[in-house]
């Protein structure tokens, strides 16, 4: 195996005298998908956080940091006031590089839209240009918490497929926390199925199949099956 991209022990993550975190164990290869799966409230959210380096009050070690990372959330949290090509090249001060920010439009199926003001997109659109926005700064590994909660089944599936062609174009791992067990085994190389405050890693499912995949497949349907029951074990279910 190469070397990861990203090595962390979380021994122990507390918030106050509630312990939220003990004995994660999370590693990334370069250009691995990884989904996180468990309860609301068992700390996905403040991993992600470890992950990106903006909490570092915890216990444990960081082996191999992840390096330059960008974050996408359920919501896209543009700024209205800004063009969608502003939006996506907001993160340098005042000049951007056009160029990139253009092919990015192209690759997430905005064009034409890049003088566009947020209020004039849907949904998805703005969830697309919240995805460039993270592309924008070529990071290693992008973060995504809940991306596709807030848009309809079939757009969601669109953006999985968009999320999937992006990460092999440009060669970037993915580590995404989702509720949703079928876009978790559909997007992912390993699923991690996490347990209810203090949360470890219950289970670990490798989904062993070449992309593109077929929804359809045979293995999802078997490996799903799997993860229900260990939710349901761990009573997140
Ligand atoms: N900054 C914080 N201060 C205090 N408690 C927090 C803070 N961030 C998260 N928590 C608590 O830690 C737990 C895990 O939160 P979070 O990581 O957001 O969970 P998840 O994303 O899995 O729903 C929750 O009980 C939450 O209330
Ligand atoms: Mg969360």
Same mark, same amino acid.
């Given at each position: 195996?190469?070397?990861?991209?990203?090595?962390?022990?979380?021994?122990?993550?507390?918030?106050?005298?509630?312990?939220?975190?003990?004995?994660?164990?999370?590693?990334?290869?370069?250009?691995? *998908?990884? $989904? +996180?799966?468990?309860?609301?409230?068992?700390?996905?959210?403040?991993?992600?956080?470890?992950?990106?380096? +903006?909490?570092?009050?915890?216990?444990?070690?960081?082996?191999?940091?992840?390096?330059?990372? #960008? &974050?996408?959330?359920?919501?896209?949290?543009?700024?209205?006031?800004?063009?969608?090509?502003?939006? @996506?090249? &907001?993160?340098?001060?005042?000049?951007?590089?056009?160029?990139?920010?253009?092919?990015?439009?192209?690759?997430?199926?905005?064009?034409?839209?890049?003088?566009?003001?947020?209020?004039?997109?849907?949904?998805?659109?703005?969830?697309?240009? #919240? @995805?460039?926005?993270?592309?924008?700064?070529?990071?290693?590994?992008?973060?995504? =918490?809940?991306? &596709?909660?807030?848009?309809?089944? &079939?757009?969601?599936?669109?953006?999985?497929?968009?999320? +999937?062609? +992006? *990460?092999?174009?440009?060669? @970037?791992?993915?580590?995404?926390?989702?509720?949703?067990?079928?876009?978790?085994?559909?997007?992912? =190389?390993?699923?991690?199925?996490?347990?209810?405050?203090?949360? $470890? @890693?219950?289970?670990?499912? *490798?989904?062993?199949?070449?992309?593109?995949?077929?929804?359809? =497949?045979?293995?999802?349907?078997?490996?799903?099956?799997? #993860?229900?029951?260990?939710?349901?074990? *761990?009573?997140?279910?």
């Amino acid at each position: 195996m190469s070397e990861p991209l990203l090595d962390i022990r979380v021994e122990r993550k507390s918030f106050g005298a509630t312990t939220v975190l003990t004995h994660v164990h999370l590693a990334l290869q370069p250009r691995e *998908a990884v $989904s +996180l799966l468990g309860p609301s409230g068992c700390g996905k959210s403040t991993l992600l956080r470890i992950v990106a380096g +903006l909490e570092n009050d915890y216990q444990g070690e960081l082996l191999q940091g992840a390096g330059e990372v #960008a &974050f996408v959330f359920q919501e896209p949290r543009l700024m209205p006031w800004l063009t969608v090509e502003q939006n @996506i090249g &907001f993160s340098d001060d005042g000049g951007y590089d056009r160029a990139w920010v253009a092919q990015l439009i192209d690759e997430v199926g905005l064009s034409g839209f890049g003088q566009a003001l947020p209020k004039a997109l849907s949904g998805g659109m703005a969830q697309r240009v #919240a @995805i460039a926005r993270g592309l924008y700064s070529r990071p290693q590994v992008l973060l995504l =918490d809940e991306p &596709f909660s807030a848009v309809d089944a &079939f757009t969601r599936m669109k953006l999985q497929d968009l999320l +999937l062609q +992006l *990460a092999e174009h440009h060669g @970037i791992a993915l580590l995404l926390v989702t509720h949703d067990v079928d876009e978790a085994l559909y997007l992912s =190389d390993r699923v991690l199925v996490m347990d209810n405050r203090p949360s $470890s @890693i219950r289970q670990e499912l *490798a989904v062993g199949l070449a992309h593109p995949r077929d929804r359809r =497949d045979p293995l999802l349907a078997r490996l799903k099956a799997l #993860a229900l029951t260990e939710l349901q074990r *761990a009573h997140v279910i």
